[in-house]
């Protein structure tokens, strides 16, 4: 049986969760990291070296790094659907997964510790400002490639909407300026009406 380590309120773990919900895979779920320790322990860092989250273990082989996990998971489970098999078109998936990582995520980072983890008289203010700036300059590209479709490769959920369906629930549940993004918002829509996403994502911001 899959087993997965992680934090639900892990926003790497949560990709890997909602991946394992669309798919309907039975899996062992234990809680680590941050205040539930264990990524710190030996038996740990011998399967993770990095002590983060989330690691899994399918059946012998242990994987890190969240959207190596959500690859992995819809290529096994998915191809032809989550995953596409056509070459070409997993490129083009694979593309916007690098970058939610690359260059979307830097840019919320400042922003959601800011002011979900960050006690308000410690806070950057310029750090979170330009962050939500630069982050609605990412969105702004991603809105374009969103003009007549349902979801970023076509009228099909993919693994390309998975990291950046992650960062936009953070997103719209941060006290910021969001921006006018109507493709943006009508895509977030359909992925909040899909209940793993409701389950696994869209939980308390913590």
Not at 66 to 73: G, P, T
Not at 142 to 163: H, K, M
Not at 164 to 171: F, I
Request: net charge negative; glycine share 8%.
């Amino acid at each position: 049986m899959l087993k997965v380590w992680g934090r639900p309120n892990s926003i790497n773990v949560q990709k890997v969760m909602w991946m394992v919900g669309e798919l309907g895979l039975e899996i062992e779920h234990e809680i680590a990291g941050l205040q539930y320790g264990k990524v710190g322990e030996d038996w740990y860092k011998a399967m993770n070296p990095n002590s983060r989250v989330p690691t899994i273990d399918d059946d012998g082989l242990i994987l890190w790094e969240s959207n190596v996990i959500v690859r992995y998971l819809a290529a096994k489970h998915a191809l032809g659907t989550l995953m596409p098999d056509d070459i070409a078109e997993r490129a083009r998936a694979e593309m916007w997964m690098d970058w939610q990582q690359t260059t979307v995520l830097p840019q919320i980072t400042p922003v959601f510790w800011g002011l979900i983890r960050t006690p308000e008289a410690e806070r950057n203010q310029a750090a979170i400002e330009a962050g939500a700036k630069g982050f609605r300059e990412a969105f702004a590209i991603l809105d374009a490639q969103l003009a007549g479709r349902s979801y970023i490769l076509g009228e099909n959920l993919t693994v390309a909407d998975v990291p950046l369906g992650c960062v936009a629930y953070r997103w719209y549940a941060l006290p910021v300026e969001h921006g006018a993004f109507q493709n943006v918002r009508a895509w977030y829509g359909r992925l909040a009406e899909r209940p793993a996403f409701r389950q696994h994502v869209m939980l308390p911001l913590t």
